[in-house]
């Protein structure tokens, strides 16, 4: 039974990311090829993220490709991406409440607003690198940084290869004390 779960598991994933793979056909858009390519992304820092989008589509905080944006299949220097995220800062050890009768709702709206008021939300556009379709180039990979910055690069090495096309930290930053938000006590 287990390997029956983990086998669905693998394939809906692959069926999920199958409209993310970059293929020489792509789409054309206004007379110009668009491909679809996958997405990975990393957070250097030390504090939680939620709601990762790249274009708008979900991704999640792995290395291997979770999501798939369009790209054009020709690399052009006005093309950005829009990354947003939540950053929630400071650990909190309790779990959202279990919610089995409308008594409870109140328990659980406590804890969103201590959550909500550890949070902010990041949007920011970056120009994607320069790229060669058909020479090293494997997925669109999104770094998320301290003070709500971000790198991007379509490398197919890793980050932890000396050769890799951007500098990113190689074990995850705190936020600078200018950075972090004012977070009400008892939150």
Known sequence: MEVIIKSTLVLLLLSNLSGCLATSDGVKR???VWIGVPVAASNATTNEVGGLTVNGSPVSISLSPTGGI???KVWRPD???TIEWD???GKDR???PIVISPSQYKDLEVYRERVKARTLHHSISIPVPEYDYYHDFCKLTVHLLTCGQAKVTTSCIYPTEKNYPISVPQRKQEEPP???PTIPKGM
């Open 87 to 89: 950053t929630i800062y």
């Open 70 to 72: 369009m790209m054009p």
């Open 94 to 96: 309790r779990r959202p």
């Open 79 to 81: 093309f950005k991406v």
């Open 30 to 32: 206004n007379g110009e």
């Open 178 to 180: 200018e950075c972090r």
